[in-house]
């Protein structure tokens, strides 16, 4: 019989010997790299490390040949004395300082969205309204190294603007670009997840049923109530299921101890998030809408039923409108 006490512990014994994970984060800026300095003062800049080049700030300005080879986290100095951080940035700081030529999807919204959408390492995904390709940038960064995100833009100066960003934070080799309208239809079919950021994606349903996988995920983020009332009459007709809509309010916090309380503004609308999964076998739609819509349904069929029943009535009353003609006088 085999001593499973003594199995188990040589188990524990090799697991405590080989590290379960190895950063793959470099410990130090090196050349070439994106990096970040922070100031006291709340700022951050992005800046890219080239040997022999300087970078010039309020603050004073800063060798890059001083910065590459410094640990990540290291205070480093200009030459007035004033301090910065020097650190790796997060996918926030690539996203609020790209160049952008359009309003951006806010990191509160993307990060949301890659949730939503159930984004993974190996996932295919479509979107549509690339912009300047902050949102972009999101979804490439949840599917990297194995997925791929497949994104269409009709200007052309948006177009180049996000090829620049993406190829400038090191994914556009995890992404395929076009130039080319929605109206045409999408390349790709059997897409894990598809995303439209267009003026009216309640036009593009089609293409979007054609190119996801069964099962897939859908989402489309857009401004106004209008359009979002419009979007979820589409979705119904469609045979879509599953469908929410949603808003996302972010509030930071001044960050003392001893009065903690909010920030005197907060990043409060942006858009409305609306989501849905296609039905592949659509032969009861109404099965899947929310239990609200149900109500709301079953009760406007029954104002319809009260009143095609008083306009009955009223047309077997008398020219007048009474119930009973009127008697005549003695």
């Not at 800063?62 to 007035?80: A, E, K, N, R, Y």
């Not at 556009?172 to 950021?197: C, I, K, W, Y």
């Not at 009459?233 to 001893?258: C, G, H, M, N, T």
Request: with cysteine; hydrophobic share 40%; aromatic share 6%.
């Amino acid at each position: 019989m085999p001593n499973t006490l003594a199995t188990d512990a040589a188990a524990r014994r090799s697991h405590e010997q080989t590290p379960p994970w190895v950063s793959t984060h470099p410990a130090t800026a090196q050349a070439n790299q994106l990096v970040i300095l922070a100031t006291g003062g709340g700022k951050r800049y992005l800046i890219t490390l080239r040997p022999g080049q300087t970078f010039h700030t309020n603050l004073g300005h800063f060798q890059h040949d001083d910065l590459i080879g410094l640990p990540l986290g290291t205070t480093v100095h200009s030459q007035l004395g004033n301090a910065v951080l020097l650190l790796e940035p997060s996918l926030s700081d690539l996203i609020n300082r790209i160049k952008r030529n359009t309003q951006i999807i806010y990191p509160k919204d993307a990060a949301y969205l890659v949730h939503k959408l159930s984004l993974r390492n190996g996932d295919q995904v479509i979107e549509a309204g690339t912009g300047s390709g902050g949102l972009t940038i999101a979804l490439a960064w949840a599917v990297a190294p194995a997925g791929r995100v497949y994104t269409y833009e009709v200007r052309a100066d948006n177009y180049q603007i996000a090829r620049t960003n993406l190829e400038r934070v090191g994914l556009l080799d995890n992404v395929s670009m076009f130039q080319q309208s929605v109206a045409e239809g999408f390349r790709q079919q059997g897409a894990d997840a598809v995303f439209l950021d267009v003026r009216t994606p309640c036009r593009f349903l089609d293409p979007v049923r054609a190119a996801l996988r069964p099962g897939g995920f859908f989402a489309a983020l857009v401004p106004t109530t209008n359009q979002v009332i419009e979007l979820l009459a589409d979705l119904e007709r469609k045979s879509f299921a599953d469908i929410a809509v949603e808003e996302l309010l972010l509030r930071q916090y001044k960050v003392v101890p001893e009065r903690l309380r909010p920030d005197d503004s907060m990043v409060g609308h942006t858009g409305y998030l609306v989501s849905a999964r296609p039905v592949v076998d659509p032969t009861d739609p109404g099965r899947w809408l929310s239990e609200e819509r149900k109500r709301y349904a079953a009760r406007k069929e029954f104002e319809a039923k009260v009143q095609a029943e008083e306009e009955r009535r009223r047309a077997e009353r008398p020219d007048d409108g009474r119930r009973y003609p009127r008697l005549p006088l003695p």
